[in-house]
């Protein structure tokens, strides 16, 4: 089953695909550049939405889940991809550590560290599975939906080094976002490679700092194609010292979700658009689609029943919101099959691999469709794997509505490598 | 349409998949360690035989025609493999200047510059086409039977650069594979990348030295993987000073005739094969299926007719022939709907990137499918965009095939990194 676009996107979202398409060269060479000055991250996956007048990332994330949910026509780039990076970080490698997150139970997640496994072992590595569960003592086999099977081991820390019994790998991928914490296990490998870095982890990251590195991409970008940055770049603020489940701090959220909607009021009227202004609040070190809030009036603040509040206040692995950032909301405009469709774009090293949508039938188009457990589809993109055709009409062809996406997707992707830059702590030696 | 494999193989060659399907991560880490060592060629296309017991590689094309059969699936990782390869050798480029064949009426070979074009456009490179016609002395626009056209220019040289009226590349990709000699306009281009090197051309090039380069190849693989080297590798020897037109020099040829097929002989023997031994003669810097000759008995060579003797005399744009390539001759058990079928291999940087099959309804098993003109078709490999699935049983997984044969294609691409490397004549300066 293959999704067809079939909301009918006019505007300045054409106008863009337009552009993006006949700037191709430019734009791919001016990736080549930005990619000599700024490492990008080993991977990444970007949601995106898509308002028809507007397109933007709304989450970056550098420890990506889902790659079960790209095709298998999909995975060859992938692997091409990852031959790609491991030559570039370390070729000599023969041994790969994978360190999942801990859901042991989740099969879609279970399928993503599947494939993850295909496309490192394609591109030439032995790969194994070490986990952070200090309940796991032995090598513990979980059965998978499709027969298969994945072995998880427990990890064997000596003094410079990690690894699993009788496995010494020179690299370590982390596919865990480090939520709840660096555990010590992790900490002062200076002999191995760590991808990503510990400080891409959500205790060091920040959403109001990626945003700040992004809107300083999407500046440049759009300089590039002549165009007005905020049709690709989600306004935003951001509050420290705020306490949801003591409901301190919230004068500053509410001050700023005013002049935030109050400045996104103004971007409509100047561009003719139609639509009522919101913003999502978030908590700035959030992931997993938790800690999420959107707010259409600054009011609605003042009058947080408690269960809205206890949502705010606790994020992924129990990790404490009191920060957060206050954004754009922009609404989709895409539908597969009547359902509210999300495109989510996948990354390995500087090559988009994929994508798909995320749809969710019972979901409006302001709402955050990434919500844990199940209630979203995941479709592939329709031909993501033919190239863009110029001189086609605007909209009308999937593989270029697919390649403008790449685009915005790796402009996130360029604005995480920045991001990482200006919190990288020196701590990691890459030899 | 996609082929389907008919042949029933059994014997060595399943085996040979089986072991290299398992010996996966280890084969493209040993790619990954020789690739630190050797730079591969720009592209290539490599023609391979699989004889069911032996495969192996037959030719070896750096300024290889051709992509416009690969299928709209393949497309997307060539495009991510010139990514990787431009990045590498000159990630600031902006324009690429394109020099064709001058066949500018045979339509399959205009596909393949326009599909060329396509490539490097998405890949980021401004792309235009110069020609070594010196017939064309204005932009010519050749129409091509899907509707588009393709513009020829005449070159432009200045004292160290080449280029177009008001285009000035950086890079400069050959697709003409010099036979006809080195044209002074492409001497001396120092302050440009050129790309494949002159000294890649077929006025340098010798098959003899390749397929030396090749048996080193194979013999290191094949000490990877603990195997006999013969099964990939073809016998072969080699004559200087030989004229077919004034029959001079064929003692040589005789005599290395009759060595090689008492060699095939023992090694058929060896391994209980019921095939008539063959030996394919064939001009040593010949090209495009020209100057070359079936042998299946030495005494045949005291016998020809002055018809063969012309063929083998002269071969593409009239280059003499006096050195001749004496190889085992591999016949080739796979068939598509009852024709012959010859699979080639295309790689672009050391990636490989897709691949068909050579089918001819018209000839045997023993012979040179390439011929001038029509008469073959291409047919893509089924499901070649898939990952190769460890596990299947050996012989019944077109993907798994596939692999194979982007294994033996990259060791003929490795071989030719070896002997261009062996000829560099240090002109080419690489800033």
């Avoid at 200090?134 to 990690?162: C, F």
């Avoid at 754009?328 to 949508?357: K, L, S, W």
Wanted: glycine share 8%; with cysteine; hydrophobic share 40%.
């Amino acid at each position: 089953m293959v999704p067809h676009l079939i909301t009918a996107l006019t505007g300045p979202i054409n106008e863009l695909e337009q552009r993006i398409l006949e700037s191709m060269p430019a734009i791919e060479r001016w990736f080549r550049l930005e990619w000599m000055e700024h490492t990008p991250p080993f991977y990444c996956s970007v949601d995106l939405r898509n308002a028809g007048f507007k397109l933007a990332p709304v989450d970056t994330n550098l420890f990506p889940g889902g790659f079960n949910n790209l095709t298998e026509e999909m995975l060859p780039l992938a692997v091409q991809a990852a031959m790609a990076a491991i030559e570039k970080i370390c070729p000599e490698a023969k041994n790969l550590l994978l360190i999942p997150e801990k859901h042991t139970r989740n099969m879609f997640y279970l399928m993503n560290v599947r494939t993850l496994m295909r496309i490192f072992t394609m591109a030439g590595l032995n790969v194994r599975l070490g986990t952070l569960d200090e309940e796991i003592k032995a090598p513990t086999e979980l059965a998978l939906p499709d027969g298969g099977t994945l072995k998880l081991e427990p990890l064997v820390r000596t003094r410079g080094r990690l690894g699993l019994k009788d496995f010494d790998p020179c690299t370590i991928l982390l596919n865990n976002d480090l939520s709840a914490g660096v555990p010590p296990v992790l900490e002062g490998l200076h002999e191995q490679y760590l991808l990503p870095p510990l400080h891409a982890g959500w205790t060091v990251r920040r959403k109001s700092l990626h945003f700040r590195s992004y809107e300083e991409v999407a500046k440049k970008f759009a300089k590039l194609l002549g165009m007005d940055p905020w049709l690709i770049n989600p306004l935003f603020s951001q509050c420290g010292e705020v306490n949801f489940a003591e409901s301190t701090g919230m004068d500053c959220v509410q001050t700023n979700v005013d002049a935030l909607l109050t400045k996104i009021r103004r971007k409509y009227k100047e561009y003719g658009i139609n639509e009522k202004p919101f913003a999502v609040v978030k908590a700035d070190n959030g992931t997993y689609g938790m800690g999420i809030m959107v707010v259409r009036d600054a009011k609605e603040l003042s009058e947080l029943n408690r269960r809205t509040r206890n949502k705010m206040s606790v994020t992924k692995d129990g990790q404490q919101v009191n920060q957060v950032i206050i954004q754009e909301g922009v609404i989709t405009h895409e539908q597969v099959n009547d359902a509210v469709a999300e495109p989510v774009v996948y990354m390995i090293d500087r090559y988009v691999v994929g994508g798909f949508y995320r749809v969710h039938a019972e979901r409006g188009v302001d709402e955050n469709l990434n919500a844990p457990g199940a209630g979203f589809v995941p479709l592939a993109f329709d031909e993501s794997n033919h190239l863009p055709k110029p001189g086609e009409r605007p909209g009308a062809s999937a593989p270029n509505r697919f390649y403008m996406y790449g685009v915005i997707g790796r402009l996130a992707m360029l604005a995480a490598a920045y991001e990482l830059e200006a919190t990288d702590p020196n701590a990691e030696i890459y030899e």
